[in-house]
């Protein structure tokens, strides 16, 4: 039995580092194909630790934990992703940013997915927050990673009232799989009112 907790302040600072290990084996997969350190995981999820409004939600079988999501305030997050919605005409303040969601694969399949975005809107709506946004990666289709069975949760996001904004795309970067430098990867945003 998965058990799901919705963890904040000294909580959710005590379970970075395992976030930052799921990260690392998640996103190697298709389409990030991130080629993670913990060094780097450390700094990214720094955010996380200053947002006295951030949160994390946990999937624990037992004490391990085996999937996360996580959110903060759009203006708690990297700079980048708050210039894309420049032209939006919503301030950033009545947005919360729904970051990563990473799961192990044996996990999959359960609707922890749905608990995640459940769990996070309504850490959104305590905060007075009129909007949820995420964002995805975007990769072409003749990728020569792309795996022949790969396919999108396009589907499983519009199910959830989220839709692509068109245009606001932020560009953010990591190294890839075989690669020896980052590069910028641009990021498609949805968003849902609540």
């Known amino acids: 039995m998965i058990d799901l ?10 379970a970075l580092d395992d976030v930052a290990a799921l990260r690392i084996v998640v996103f190697r997969d298709w389409p990030y194909l991130y080629d993670g350190t913990v060094e780097y995981e450390r700094s990214y999820l720094e955010s996380y630790r200053n947002s006295p409004a951030a949160v994390l939600v946990g999937a624990f079988d037992g004490e391990t934990l085996v999937g996360a999501a996580t959110g903060t305030p759009m203006e708690d997050h990297a700079a980048e992703f708050g210039l894309a919605f420049a ?12 970051a990563e ?12 997915g749905h608990r995640f975005f459940d ?17 995805s990666v975007i990769r072409p289709d003749d990728h020569p990673l792309r ?9 499983f996001w519009r199910g959830r009232g989220y ?17 020896t430098a ?4 641009p990021l498609q945003f949805w968003m849902r009112a609540l």
């Open 182 to 185: 980052p590069s910028k990867k």
């Open 5 to 14: 907790r919705v963890l904040t302040g000294g909580a959710l600072d005590a």
């Open 87 to 98: 032209g939006v005409g919503l301030a950033l303040d009545q947005i919360f940013y729904c």
């Open 147 to 155: 795996p022949a069975f790969a396919r999108s949760n396009d589907a």
């Open 119 to 135: 769990l996070r809107e309504g850490h959104a709506r305590n905060l007075g927050r009129s909007h949820v946004a995420f964002c």
């Open 163 to 179: 839709a692509p904004l068109p245009g606001v795309i932020a560009a953010f970067e990591w190294t890839d799989l075989g690669q």
């Open 101 to 112: 969601s990473v799961l192990l694969p044996a996990y999959r399949g359960l609707g922890i």
